[in-house]
Protein backbone atom coordinates (compact mmCIF):
# COMPACT_ATOMS: atom_id res chain seq x y z
CA UNK A 1 0.00 0.00 0.00
CA UNK A 2 1.62 3.25 -1.07
CA UNK A 3 2.13 6.02 1.57
CA UNK A 4 -1.02 8.31 -0.50
CA UNK A 5 -3.40 5.53 0.01
CA UNK A 6 -2.30 4.84 3.75
CA UNK A 7 -3.25 8.52 4.15
CA UNK A 8 -6.98 7.75 2.83
CA UNK A 9 -7.18 4.58 4.64
CA UNK A 10 -6.84 7.22 8.14
CA UNK A 11 -9.40 9.89 7.24
CA UNK A 12 -13.00 8.52 7.82
CA UNK A 13 -14.60 7.00 11.06
CA UNK A 14 -15.49 4.40 8.67
CA UNK A 15 -11.61 3.20 8.17
CA UNK A 16 -10.56 3.78 11.19
CA UNK A 17 -13.36 0.63 12.38
CA UNK A 18 -12.32 -1.28 10.40
CA UNK A 19 -8.73 -0.78 11.16
CA UNK A 20 -9.85 -2.05 14.84
CA UNK A 21 -11.13 -5.19 14.30
CA UNK A 22 -8.63 -6.19 11.53
CA UNK A 23 -6.37 -5.55 14.75
CA UNK A 24 -8.55 -7.40 17.06
CA UNK A 25 -8.82 -10.31 14.55
CA UNK A 26 -4.86 -10.61 14.29
CA UNK A 27 -4.87 -10.91 18.05
CA UNK A 28 -7.21 -13.35 18.59
CA UNK A 29 -5.29 -15.61 15.95
CA UNK A 30 -3.93 -18.40 17.80
CA UNK A 31 -0.87 -18.50 16.89
CA UNK A 32 -0.31 -14.62 17.64
CA UNK A 33 -1.94 -15.44 21.54
CA UNK A 34 0.99 -18.60 21.69
CA UNK A 35 3.17 -16.24 20.55
CA UNK A 36 1.85 -13.82 22.92
CA UNK A 37 1.52 -16.65 25.85
CA UNK A 38 5.49 -17.38 25.05
CA UNK A 39 6.99 -13.91 25.55
CA UNK A 40 5.22 -13.65 28.67
CA UNK A 41 6.55 -16.66 29.83
CA UNK A 42 10.18 -15.00 29.48
CA UNK A 43 8.62 -12.02 31.40
CA UNK A 44 8.15 -10.33 28.44
CA UNK A 45 5.00 -8.01 28.96
CA UNK A 46 3.31 -6.53 25.38
CA UNK A 47 2.56 -2.97 25.24
CA UNK A 48 -0.07 -2.32 22.74
CA UNK A 49 -0.10 1.72 22.50
CA UNK A 50 -2.12 1.69 19.10
CA UNK A 51 -5.37 0.51 21.05
CA UNK A 52 -4.96 3.39 22.99
CA UNK A 53 -4.56 5.74 20.47
CA UNK A 54 -7.27 4.99 18.50
CA UNK A 55 -9.75 4.90 21.17
CA UNK A 56 -8.82 8.53 22.24
CA UNK A 57 -9.03 9.54 18.38
CA UNK A 58 -12.32 8.25 18.45
CA UNK A 59 -14.05 9.56 21.34
CA UNK A 60 -12.64 13.11 19.96
CA UNK A 61 -14.43 12.55 16.52
CA UNK A 62 -17.58 11.77 18.54
CA UNK A 63 -17.25 14.81 20.61
CA UNK A 64 -16.79 17.33 17.53
CA UNK A 65 -19.76 15.77 15.79
CA UNK A 66 -22.10 16.32 18.92
CA UNK A 67 -20.59 20.24 19.17
CA UNK A 68 -22.19 20.64 15.55
CA UNK A 69 -25.13 19.36 16.11
CA UNK A 70 -25.58 21.72 19.38
CA UNK A 71 -24.16 24.26 17.63
CA UNK A 72 -26.80 24.07 14.88
CA UNK A 73 -29.85 23.12 17.10
CA UNK A 74 -28.77 26.75 18.80
CA UNK A 75 -28.54 28.74 15.79
CA UNK A 76 -32.08 27.56 14.66
CA UNK A 77 -33.93 28.47 17.81
CA UNK A 78 -32.37 32.03 18.06
CA UNK A 79 -34.01 32.29 14.83
CA UNK A 80 -37.39 31.18 15.42
CA UNK A 81 -38.53 31.40 18.76
CA UNK A 82 -39.81 34.79 20.02
CA UNK A 83 -40.96 35.94 23.25
CA UNK A 84 -44.67 35.53 24.24
CA UNK A 85 -46.78 39.03 24.31
CA UNK A 86 -48.06 39.86 27.51
CA UNK A 87 -51.92 38.97 28.85
CA UNK A 88 -54.44 41.65 27.94
CA UNK A 89 -55.21 43.60 31.06
CA UNK A 90 -58.82 42.78 32.42
CA UNK A 91 -60.32 46.00 33.36
CA UNK A 92 -63.07 44.11 35.54
CA UNK A 93 -60.71 41.90 37.60
CA UNK A 94 -58.01 42.52 39.87
CA UNK A 95 -55.67 44.59 39.10
CA UNK A 96 -52.38 42.52 38.37
CA UNK A 97 -48.59 43.51 38.78
CA UNK A 98 -47.20 43.77 35.05
CA UNK A 99 -43.90 41.28 34.79
CA UNK A 100 -40.78 43.35 34.53
CA UNK A 101 -39.01 43.37 30.89
CA UNK A 102 -36.89 40.85 29.69
CA UNK A 103 -33.01 42.84 29.52
CA UNK A 104 -30.91 42.33 25.98
CA UNK A 105 -28.44 40.98 27.83
CA UNK A 106 -30.43 38.16 28.77
CA UNK A 107 -29.70 34.76 26.98
CA UNK A 108 -32.54 32.91 25.11
CA UNK A 109 -33.56 30.55 28.06
CA UNK A 110 -34.74 33.44 30.48
CA UNK A 111 -31.16 33.27 32.49
CA UNK A 112 -29.03 36.20 32.52
CA UNK A 113 -25.60 36.36 30.98
CA UNK A 114 -22.27 36.20 33.25
CA UNK A 115 -21.61 39.53 35.03
CA UNK A 116 -25.10 40.54 35.65
CA UNK A 117 -27.01 39.93 38.74
CA UNK A 118 -30.50 38.50 38.49
CA UNK A 119 -33.28 40.15 40.43
CA UNK A 120 -34.19 38.85 43.69
CA UNK A 121 -37.58 36.83 44.35
CA UNK A 122 -40.10 39.75 46.08
CA UNK A 123 -42.65 38.58 48.62
CA UNK A 124 -45.81 40.01 48.67
CA UNK A 125 -46.79 41.38 51.95
CA UNK A 126 -49.11 40.26 54.23
CA UNK A 127 -52.00 42.40 55.25
CA UNK A 128 -52.34 43.78 58.36
CA UNK A 129 -55.12 41.93 60.08
CA UNK A 130 -57.08 44.03 63.01
CA UNK A 131 -57.14 42.42 66.54
CA UNK A 132 -60.92 41.96 67.72
CA UNK A 133 -60.78 45.03 70.15
CA UNK A 134 -62.36 43.75 73.60
CA UNK A 135 -65.77 44.64 74.32
CA UNK A 136 -66.39 47.52 77.21
CA UNK A 137 -67.07 45.75 80.46
CA UNK A 138 -70.93 46.25 81.21
CA UNK A 139 -71.95 47.43 84.36
CA UNK A 140 -74.99 46.17 86.34
CA UNK A 141 -76.15 49.19 87.01
CA UNK A 142 -78.80 51.25 87.28
CA UNK A 143 -80.75 48.42 85.84
CA UNK A 144 -80.13 45.39 88.23
CA UNK A 145 -79.95 47.92 90.71
CA UNK A 146 -83.35 49.06 90.24
CA UNK A 147 -84.37 45.56 91.98
CA UNK A 148 -83.47 46.69 95.22
CA UNK A 149 -86.04 50.10 94.72
CA UNK A 150 -89.09 48.84 92.94
CA UNK A 151 -90.06 45.42 95.07
CA UNK A 152 -93.70 46.79 95.48
CA UNK A 153 -94.37 46.32 91.95
CA UNK A 154 -92.15 44.16 90.43
CA UNK A 155 -92.27 40.42 90.17
CA UNK A 156 -96.00 40.33 90.39
CA UNK A 157 -95.96 41.35 93.96
CA UNK A 158 -99.29 42.46 94.97
CA UNK A 159 -98.42 45.70 96.96
CA UNK A 160 -100.16 48.55 95.21
CA UNK A 161 -98.21 51.53 94.31
CA UNK A 162 -99.03 54.86 97.06
CA UNK A 163 -99.76 58.04 96.34
CA UNK A 164 -97.22 60.77 97.19
CA UNK A 165 -96.98 61.93 100.67
CA UNK A 166 -95.70 64.77 102.20
CA UNK A 167 -92.84 64.22 104.91
CA UNK A 168 -90.11 66.01 105.86
CA UNK A 169 -86.41 64.65 104.14
CA UNK A 170 -83.25 65.20 104.66
CA UNK A 171 -80.49 64.07 102.45
CA UNK A 172 -78.23 62.42 104.87
CA UNK A 173 -80.91 60.23 106.36
CA UNK A 174 -83.11 57.27 105.31
CA UNK A 175 -85.77 58.69 103.21
CA UNK A 176 -87.54 55.56 102.47
CA UNK A 177 -90.83 54.07 104.02
CA UNK A 178 -89.67 51.00 105.38
CA UNK A 179 -91.38 47.66 106.09
CA UNK A 180 -90.38 45.14 108.97
CA UNK A 181 -89.97 42.04 106.86
CA UNK A 182 -91.83 39.89 109.60
CA UNK A 183 -94.82 42.05 110.49
CA UNK A 184 -94.96 44.51 107.28
CA UNK A 185 -95.06 47.34 109.91
CA UNK A 186 -94.30 50.70 108.23
CA UNK A 187 -90.90 52.14 109.69
CA UNK A 188 -90.41 55.54 109.25
CA UNK A 189 -87.88 58.24 110.79
CA UNK A 190 -89.59 59.98 113.66
CA UNK A 191 -89.18 63.95 113.26
CA UNK A 192 -91.64 66.60 115.43
CA UNK A 193 -93.16 68.91 113.40
CA UNK A 194 -92.27 71.39 116.01
CA UNK A 195 -88.58 70.77 115.94
CA UNK A 196 -88.59 70.91 111.96
CA UNK A 197 -87.31 74.48 110.28
CA UNK A 198 -89.16 76.27 108.27
CA UNK A 199 -87.17 75.99 105.09
CA UNK A 200 -86.10 72.17 105.60
CA UNK A 201 -86.75 70.12 102.63
CA UNK A 202 -89.64 67.53 102.39
CA UNK A 203 -90.26 64.94 99.86
CA UNK A 204 -92.31 66.52 97.47
CA UNK A 205 -89.85 69.33 96.80
CA UNK A 206 -86.45 67.90 97.51
CA UNK A 207 -85.43 66.51 94.35
CA UNK A 208 -85.65 70.07 93.36
CA UNK A 209 -83.49 71.93 95.53
CA UNK A 210 -81.13 68.80 94.87
CA UNK A 211 -81.11 69.80 91.50
CA UNK A 212 -80.58 73.86 92.21
CA UNK A 213 -77.62 72.49 94.46
CA UNK A 214 -76.26 70.60 90.73
CA UNK A 215 -76.66 73.57 88.91
CA UNK A 216 -75.27 76.28 90.60
CA UNK A 217 -71.50 73.71 91.22
CA UNK A 218 -71.48 73.65 87.56
CA UNK A 219 -73.69 74.63 85.09
CA UNK A 220 -73.31 72.06 82.49
CA UNK A 221 -75.57 69.65 84.12
CA UNK A 222 -78.47 71.55 83.54
CA UNK A 223 -79.15 70.19 80.05
CA UNK A 224 -79.38 66.56 81.11
CA UNK A 225 -81.30 67.49 84.34
CA UNK A 226 -83.74 69.28 82.11
CA UNK A 227 -83.79 65.82 79.67
CA UNK A 228 -84.09 63.27 82.24
CA UNK A 229 -86.23 63.20 85.51
CA UNK A 230 -84.48 61.15 88.26
CA UNK A 231 -87.90 59.28 89.38
CA UNK A 232 -85.69 57.48 92.13
CA UNK A 233 -86.14 60.77 94.28
CA UNK A 234 -89.31 61.71 93.50
CA UNK A 235 -92.18 62.68 95.47
CA UNK A 236 -93.66 59.25 94.20
CA UNK A 237 -90.55 57.57 94.53
CA UNK A 238 -89.88 58.82 98.30
CA UNK A 239 -93.48 57.24 99.08
CA UNK A 240 -92.84 53.61 98.11
CA UNK A 241 -92.58 51.57 101.07
CA UNK A 242 -89.37 49.47 100.96
CA UNK A 243 -89.41 45.87 102.55
CA UNK A 244 -85.26 45.71 103.48
CA UNK A 245 -85.17 41.94 103.71
CA UNK A 246 -86.55 41.26 100.19
CA UNK A 247 -84.54 44.72 98.80
CA UNK A 248 -81.64 43.31 99.78
CA UNK A 249 -82.18 39.27 98.77
CA UNK A 250 -83.01 41.07 95.56
CA UNK A 251 -80.15 42.12 95.09
CA UNK A 252 -78.41 39.03 95.73
CA UNK A 253 -80.29 37.49 93.25
CA UNK A 254 -79.12 39.83 90.30
CA UNK A 255 -75.40 39.33 90.93
CA UNK A 256 -73.59 38.37 87.61
CA UNK A 257 -77.18 37.74 85.46
CA UNK A 258 -79.06 39.69 83.56
CA UNK A 259 -82.09 41.65 84.42
CA UNK A 260 -84.61 39.51 83.02
CA UNK A 261 -82.70 36.23 84.32
CA UNK A 262 -82.65 37.57 88.00
CA UNK A 263 -86.26 38.19 87.81
CA UNK A 264 -87.24 35.08 86.43
CA UNK A 265 -85.46 33.61 89.59
CA UNK A 266 -87.14 35.77 92.51
CA UNK A 267 -90.37 34.93 90.60
CA UNK A 268 -89.61 30.90 91.29
CA UNK A 269 -88.13 31.98 94.91
CA UNK A 270 -91.38 33.75 95.85
CA UNK A 271 -93.81 30.56 94.54
CA UNK A 272 -91.21 28.19 96.62
CA UNK A 273 -93.51 29.39 99.71
CA UNK A 274 -97.22 29.75 100.07
CA UNK A 275 -97.17 33.06 101.00
CA UNK A 276 -100.24 34.41 98.92
CA UNK A 277 -97.99 35.45 95.88
CA UNK A 278 -95.58 37.68 98.26
CA UNK A 279 -92.08 37.69 99.06
CA UNK A 280 -91.27 35.29 101.98
CA UNK A 281 -90.80 36.49 105.73
CA UNK A 282 -86.50 35.87 106.90
CA UNK A 283 -88.29 33.35 108.99
CA UNK A 284 -89.67 31.37 106.19
CA UNK A 285 -86.56 31.35 104.30
CA UNK A 286 -83.86 30.63 107.39
CA UNK A 287 -86.01 27.19 107.76
CA UNK A 288 -85.70 26.33 104.14
CA UNK A 289 -83.12 23.70 103.47
CA UNK A 290 -79.61 25.00 101.04
CA UNK A 291 -81.73 22.04 98.50
CA UNK A 292 -84.88 23.97 98.89
CA UNK A 293 -83.11 27.16 97.56
CA UNK A 294 -81.30 26.00 94.95
CA UNK A 295 -84.28 24.38 92.82
CA UNK A 296 -85.61 27.71 92.60
CA UNK A 297 -82.50 28.01 90.31
CA UNK A 298 -80.14 29.65 93.13
CA UNK A 299 -76.49 28.30 92.69
CA UNK A 300 -75.12 26.94 96.06
CA UNK A 301 -73.17 30.18 96.99
CA UNK A 302 -76.04 32.28 96.90
CA UNK A 303 -78.76 29.73 98.17
CA UNK A 304 -76.04 30.04 101.57
CA UNK A 305 -76.20 34.28 101.33
CA UNK A 306 -80.16 34.50 101.06
CA UNK A 307 -80.43 32.35 103.98
CA UNK A 308 -77.69 33.62 106.02
CA UNK A 309 -79.04 37.26 105.35
CA UNK A 310 -82.23 35.86 106.41
CA UNK A 311 -80.69 34.36 109.70
CA UNK A 312 -79.46 37.91 110.23
CA UNK A 313 -83.12 39.26 109.96
CA UNK A 314 -84.62 36.69 112.14
CA UNK A 315 -82.14 37.02 114.79
CA UNK A 316 -82.81 41.15 115.23
CA UNK A 317 -78.64 41.63 114.09
CA UNK A 318 -80.72 43.36 111.24
CA UNK A 319 -83.93 44.99 111.38
CA UNK A 320 -85.56 48.05 109.38
CA UNK A 321 -85.14 50.27 112.66
CA UNK A 322 -81.27 50.11 112.40
CA UNK A 323 -81.50 50.62 108.82
CA UNK A 324 -83.59 53.80 109.31
CA UNK A 325 -82.35 55.23 112.42
CA UNK A 326 -78.31 54.66 112.28
CA UNK A 327 -75.70 56.57 110.11
CA UNK A 328 -74.41 55.84 107.23
CA UNK A 329 -71.26 54.43 108.23
CA UNK A 330 -73.02 52.12 111.02
CA UNK A 331 -75.80 50.86 107.99
CA UNK A 332 -72.15 50.20 105.22
CA UNK A 333 -70.44 47.67 108.32
CA UNK A 334 -73.54 46.55 109.64
CA UNK A 335 -74.48 45.51 106.18
CA UNK A 336 -71.05 44.06 104.91
CA UNK A 337 -70.64 42.14 107.44
CA UNK A 338 -73.51 39.83 105.43
CA UNK A 339 -72.06 37.12 103.71
CA UNK A 340 -73.07 38.18 99.40
CA UNK A 341 -72.84 41.79 100.52
CA UNK A 342 -70.16 43.56 99.13
CA UNK A 343 -69.03 47.76 98.84
CA UNK A 344 -71.02 48.17 95.54
CA UNK A 345 -74.32 46.18 97.08
CA UNK A 346 -74.17 47.84 100.26
CA UNK A 347 -73.87 51.38 98.05
CA UNK A 348 -76.50 50.26 95.72
CA UNK A 349 -78.66 49.51 98.64
CA UNK A 350 -77.81 52.68 100.00
CA UNK A 351 -78.54 54.34 97.43
CA UNK A 352 -82.26 52.84 95.63
CA UNK A 353 -83.54 51.17 98.69
CA UNK A 354 -83.15 53.78 101.39
CA UNK A 355 -83.17 56.55 99.43
CA UNK A 356 -80.72 57.86 100.83
CA UNK A 357 -79.36 61.07 98.68
CA UNK A 358 -75.81 61.72 99.75
CA UNK A 359 -74.44 58.18 98.06
CA UNK A 360 -71.35 57.66 95.67
CA UNK A 361 -69.89 54.75 94.44
CA UNK A 362 -66.04 55.05 93.41
CA UNK A 363 -65.99 51.47 91.80
CA UNK A 364 -68.95 51.94 89.68
CA UNK A 365 -67.79 51.90 86.08
CA UNK A 366 -70.75 53.41 84.97
CA UNK A 367 -70.05 56.31 87.18
CA UNK A 368 -66.96 56.60 86.06
CA UNK A 369 -67.41 56.23 82.29
CA UNK A 370 -70.14 59.50 82.33
CA UNK A 371 -68.02 61.42 84.62
CA UNK A 372 -65.08 61.22 82.19
CA UNK A 373 -67.36 62.09 79.48
CA UNK A 374 -68.90 64.88 81.52
CA UNK A 375 -65.70 66.90 82.45
CA UNK A 376 -65.17 65.93 78.03
CA UNK A 377 -62.33 63.45 77.97
CA UNK A 378 -62.69 60.80 75.13
CA UNK A 379 -64.12 57.17 76.25
CA UNK A 380 -63.94 55.67 73.14
CA UNK A 381 -60.86 53.92 74.58
CA UNK A 382 -61.22 52.13 77.83
CA UNK A 383 -57.77 52.11 79.96
CA UNK A 384 -56.97 49.43 81.85
CA UNK A 385 -54.71 50.19 84.99
CA UNK A 386 -53.72 47.74 87.42
CA UNK A 387 -55.60 44.86 86.54
CA UNK A 388 -59.03 46.92 86.87
CA UNK A 389 -60.68 48.92 83.86
CA UNK A 390 -60.76 52.19 84.71
CA UNK A 391 -61.62 55.86 82.85
CA UNK A 392 -60.95 58.05 86.10
CA UNK A 393 -58.75 57.58 88.94
CA UNK A 394 -60.93 57.13 92.45
CA UNK A 395 -59.13 59.94 94.21
CA UNK A 396 -60.31 62.08 91.04
CA UNK A 397 -63.51 60.91 90.85
CA UNK A 398 -63.69 61.48 94.70
CA UNK A 399 -62.83 65.47 94.54
CA UNK A 400 -64.67 66.07 91.83
CA UNK A 401 -67.89 64.47 93.30
CA UNK A 402 -67.66 66.30 97.06
CA UNK A 403 -68.76 69.48 95.57
CA UNK A 404 -72.42 67.39 95.01
CA UNK A 405 -72.47 67.16 98.40
CA UNK A 406 -75.11 66.34 100.45
CA UNK A 407 -76.82 65.32 96.90
CA UNK A 408 -74.16 62.87 95.50
CA UNK A 409 -76.67 60.57 94.88
CA UNK A 410 -78.50 62.55 92.52
CA UNK A 411 -75.25 63.36 90.45
CA UNK A 412 -74.32 59.94 90.88
CA UNK A 413 -77.42 59.27 88.91
CA UNK A 414 -77.05 61.75 86.14
CA UNK A 415 -73.33 60.44 85.78
CA UNK A 416 -75.22 57.43 84.72
CA UNK A 417 -77.35 58.90 82.11
CA UNK A 418 -74.29 60.91 81.22
CA UNK A 419 -72.38 58.01 80.20
CA UNK A 420 -75.76 57.03 77.90
CA UNK A 421 -75.95 60.57 76.34
CA UNK A 422 -73.88 62.60 74.08
CA UNK A 423 -73.09 65.34 76.39
CA UNK A 424 -71.52 67.85 73.65
CA UNK A 425 -75.01 67.31 71.96
CA UNK A 426 -76.54 68.68 75.23
CA UNK A 427 -74.53 71.87 75.49
Known sequence: MSPRGHGNFLKGPFYITKLIRSIERTIANPVVQRLISSYNGRGYRPHLPTFAILNRHRIANMATRRSARLSAISTASKSVIEPPPPPASNSKGRKRKTAPAVSEKEGTNGALEEGTAAAAPTTPKRRRVQKPVAPV????????????????TAHETPKPKPAAV??????????????????????TRAVSPSKASVDQPTTTNILEEACKHLISVDERLK????KHRCSIFSAEGLSEKIDPFESLASGIISQQVSGAAAKAIKQRFIDLFDNDGKF???SQVAACTIEQLRSAGFSQRKAEYVKGLAEKFTSGELSAQLLVDAPYEVVVEKLIAVRGLGLWSVEMFACFGLKRMDVFSLGDLGVQRGMAAFVGRDVAKLKNKGGKWKYMSENEMREISAKFAPYRSVFMWYMWKAAETDVVALE
Open 137 to 152: PTTPTPSNAQLMSEPV
Open 166 to 187: RRLADPNVTNAMLLSPETSRVV
Open 223 to 226: PLIE
Open 280 to 282: PHP
